[in-house]
């Protein structure tokens, strides 16, 4: 590997890798703060970087000004110390309310300084809006280059009171200063993830598009195959309401056992939220895929913040070893009170096939939901219970309702970088989701992305992205990650392109026994 690294700085070849810029926290809101108050956070950049631009939530729409200000080290401590504070930067913006992304547009770039600063955002005519800790939304964001920690709020501008934590809810855009910035940056995907689950998760109630559509849970292999189709079934005199209100469960026997890859059931939580489990999961109003896919308990879900009410409500029925959950003109929430679209949709359990389908019927897409951000949401899917690997959002009408639910996880194969690639430095390439029947590894370098296809190798959904101008191979074992140390080269602007490969003959992940990770491209730099 050091010989093929010599041949790259001879030769001298450059390529540029883009910034990973913009860095940002999301617009979910569910706190604002007063006319012309100010939100902290912490900014560490990794290099000397230029912001060109942000996004700020307010709560109004019209025109005023944004003032950046900076303070050394860090934000907290100093919200009501003004002394501590520099003027850096100021714009101009346009809000454009709740939930959208106001962009300022800056008088001139601000430079960031390498290491950690605190800074503060203060409006001026405007409102900021911001989220609270404990929705479950992280505290840290960071890209490559910029890392932003957050945070704090305060309605007049470094007078107290502090209101912490809270998370600010900006983009900033930048990039960096100079061109040797080392990077490392993952292309592509590897192979071969295999979930447990499957899920589509609608960002905005104006996103759902399952109106009218149906799909069914077909059991195969240990999992199950998602086909379109599915009819219907209008409520009989033998339907029965739950009787379910706001944020409520109900537990109802039905006769027969349903078979479903988690396990098996003679009775299901019904949840208001549009949730049917098959223990007690007690879903919230919060629509999260991480929730979701880390319940206890099976579930098939069309989780959204539903109210049941005496106009709508949940109904239970069975027949002919069908069990049907209906959700009959049902509201959701909105903030002071309920929305005014009703949603009709169903879930039916076939204990003779152990087949599950999804109905919809009218469903709600006009925006009445609570003004907390993550209620907007639809969730619909399904996960078998306990831990589960996130597959990712799945457009299901994109899709033709067809994909796979495997009986047991399988994440991909993955190779990492302990560091980024600064000149004359060591680091360490781990592969990381190993197989545990693996017993020959390989680690391949190049200096080009062909993105060929390895189908026609017998490793479909693999994808090749090095030239493979040189490779090692090593035998490997699933018992921890394989680390490989290398040595960076003074070769500044070359870009590596690196990629990991394991033969595993009893996995049958492929039908050579192959698999592959994504692409790891690392641009060689001097800091």
């Known amino acids: 590997m050091r010989m093929f690294f010599r041949c790259c700085a001879l030769l001298g070849l450059n390529a540029v890798l883009a910034a990973q810029s913009p860095l940002t926290t999301g617009y979910y809101g569910g706190n604002s703060g007063a006319l012309d108050g100010a939100v902290y956070f912490d900014l560490t950049a990794q290099a000397p970087l230029s912001v060109t631009g942000l996004d700020v939530h307010l709560t109004g729409n019209g025109f005023g000004v944004i003032d950046i200000y900076r303070c050394p080290g860090t934000y907290a401590g100093n919200e009501t110390n003004a002394a501590a504070w520099t003027l850096v930067g100021t714009g101009t913006v346009h809000s454009l309310g709740l939930y959208q992304a106001s962009f300022v547009t800056l008088a001139s770039p601000i430079a960031l300084p390498v290491g950690r600063n605190g800074y503060a955002c203060v409006a001026s005519g405007g409102a900021f809006a911001y989220t609270n800790a404990g929705f479950g939304i992280p505290l840290t964001y960071a890209t490559e280059e910029l890392q932003l920690d957050t945070g704090a709020a305060s309605n007049v501008p470094f007078v107290g009171p502090r209101f912490a934590p809270r998370i600010v809810n900006t983009t900033i855009y930048y990039a960096p200063v100079g061109a040797n910035f080392a990077r490392r940056t993952d292309v592509g995907t590897g192979c071969v993830q295999r979930t447990t689950s499957f899920y589509e998760l609608f960002a905005g109630t104006s996103r759902m598009d399952l109106a009218f559509q149906a799909f069914r849970l077909v059991p195969r292999d240990g999992g199950y195959t998602v086909i379109a189709g599915g009819?219907?079934?209008?409520?009989?005199?033998?339907?029965?309401?739950?009787?379910?209100?706001?944020?409520?469960?109900?537990?109802?026997?039905?006769?027969?056992?349903f078979d479903h890859p988690g396990g098996s059931t003679t009775s299901f939580e019904v949840g208001s939220n549009g949730t049917v489990s098959a223990g007690p999961n007690n879903f919230g109003s919060e629509v999260d895929p991480a929730v979701f896919l880390d319940r206890p308990f099976a579930a098939w879900v069309v989780w959204r913040d539903f109210v049941p009410t005496s106009f709508g409500n949940v109904w239970w029925e069975e027949g002919n070893g069908v069990v049907t959950v209906t959700w009959l003109d049902v509201l959701s929430y909105q903030?002071?009170?309920?929305?005014f679209t009703?949603?009709?949709?169903?879930?039916?359990?076939?204990?003779?096939?152990d087949e599950v389908t999804y109905v919809f019927q009218s469903m709600d897409s006009v925006g009445s939901s609570w003004t907390g951000g993550l209620s907007n949401d639809y969730l619909v899917g399904y996960s078998p219970g306990g831990a589960s690997l996130d597959p990712g959002s799945i457009d299901l009408t994109a899709a033709g309702f067809s994909c796979t639910v495997h009986a047991a996880d399988a994440a991909a194969l993955h190779l990492a970088a302990s560091a980024r690639p600064i000149q004359s430095?060591?680091?360490?390439?781990?592969?990381?989701?190993?197989?545990?029947?693996?017993?020959?590894?390989?680690?391949?370098?190049?200096?080009?992305?062909?993105g060929v296809d390895l189908t026609a190798l017998g490793m479909p959904g693999c994808v090749q992205h090095t030239d493979l101008l040189a490779a090692v191979l090593f035998p490997v074992s699933a018992a921890g990650p394989v680390v490989v140390p290398i040595t960076v080269p003074s070769a500044i602007g070359t870009?590596?392109?690196?990629?990991?490969?394991?033969?595993?003959?009893?996995?049958?992940?492929?039908?050579?026994?192959?698999?592959?990770s994504q692409g790891l491209q690392l641009l060689i730099g001097s800091f």
């Open 335 to 339: 903030s002071g009170g309920l929305g």
């Open 495 to 516: 870009v590596l392109h690196c990629q990991a490969f394991v033969y595993d003959p009893t996995s049958g992940l492929t039908p050579l026994g192959a698999i592959a």
């Open 425 to 450: 430095t060591g680091l360490w390439l781990s592969m990381q989701n190993v197989p545990a029947g693996a017993i020959l590894g390989g680690l391949a370098f190049g200096l080009a992305n062909p």
């Open 342 to 353: 009703p949603s009709r949709f169903q879930l039916q359990f076939d204990t003779n096939t």
């Open 231 to 257: 009819a219907w079934r209008p409520l009989s005199a033998a339907a029965v309401p739950l009787g379910l209100v706001d944020e409520s469960q109900a537990i109802r026997s039905f006769a027969g056992v």
